[in-house]
């Protein structure tokens, strides 16, 4: 059964720094693409950012770029996001997804609050 | 990266078929044929239900298909049931390697 699971977020200061982690199970981890994906709360959907296979590409959307970092250890089936300088409308349920057919697994999410 | 356009509610009786549409612009959805549909029940993750289109992921349920036509791609649920009323999110993959998703649309059952 593939599994995501999602940690690391919390409650944080503007201007702070939170890494999440994905850990997963399942599947093979290094064939497959991988996206983090966010939910502000009472809000739509936002794509954040994704990474290939063997980190050689990632992409991230325009709001977070300088600002947000996505990696892998496929040795440790696991994906990341390293959020620095976060602001409020950085608060949001962020989930990791695997890229399949679409978008076609994804985790529970976890919270991250921004705020003073 | 603007969002897509989604109805913001859609509704329909038991037994009924509803279509929601999902407009972008030429580096999406026209660009596309990755085109998916995500249903999302209040407090759980997203789950896909269409992908290319209208391809359906094995044990989600021939009522959702999907179509596009130009800047537009539709979900149509036929067949309305208690457990469809749920909120739907439409995507694409862009020419940027990047995906985007539509504003949702809150399914409900009258």
């Known amino acids: 059964e593939v599994q995501l699971v999602e940690s690391g977020g919390g409650l944080v200061q503007p201007g702070g720094s939170l890494r999440l982690s994905c850990a997963t199970s399942?599947?093979?981890?290094?064939?497959?693409?991988m996206t983090w994906v966010r939910q502000a709360p009472g809000r739509g959907l936002e794509w954040v950012a994704n990474?290939?296979?063997?980190?050689?590409?990632?992409s991230y959307v325009d709001s977070v770029m300088g600002r947000f970092t996505i990696s892998r250890d496929n040795a440790k089936n696991s994906l990341y996001l390293q959020m620095d300088s976060l602001r409020v409308e950085d608060t949001a349920l962020y989930f990791c997804?695997?890229?399949?057919?679409?978008?076609?697994?994804w985790g529970q999410g976890t919270l991250v609050n921004v705020s003073s | 990266q603007s969002a897509l356009t989604q109805p913001a509610s859609v509704s329909g009786s038991l037994g009924q078929s509803i279509t929601i549409s999902c407009t972008g612009t030429?580096?999406?959805?026209?660009?596309?044929?990755?085109i998916s549909w995500y249903q999302q029940h209040p407090g759980k993750a997203p789950k896909l239900m269409l992908y290319?289109?209208?391809n359906r992921p094995s044990g989600v349920s021939n009522r959702f298909s999907g179509s596009k036509s130009g800047n537009t791609a539709s979900l149509i649920i036929s067949g309305l049931q208690a457990e469809d009323e749920a909120d739907y999110y439409c995507?694409?993959?862009?020419?940027?390697?990047?995906?985007?998703f539509g504003t949702g649309t809150k399914v409900t059952i009258l």
């Open positions: 399942g599947f093979i981890f290094s064939n497959f693409w």
């Open positions: 990474i290939k296979q063997d980190g050689s590409e990632k």
């Open positions: 030429s580096t999406d959805i026209s660009g596309s044929n990755f």
């Open positions: 997804a695997r890229e399949g057919r679409d978008l076609d697994s």
């Open positions: 995507s694409s993959y862009t020419r940027r390697n990047t995906y985007v």
């Open positions: 290319d289109v209208s």
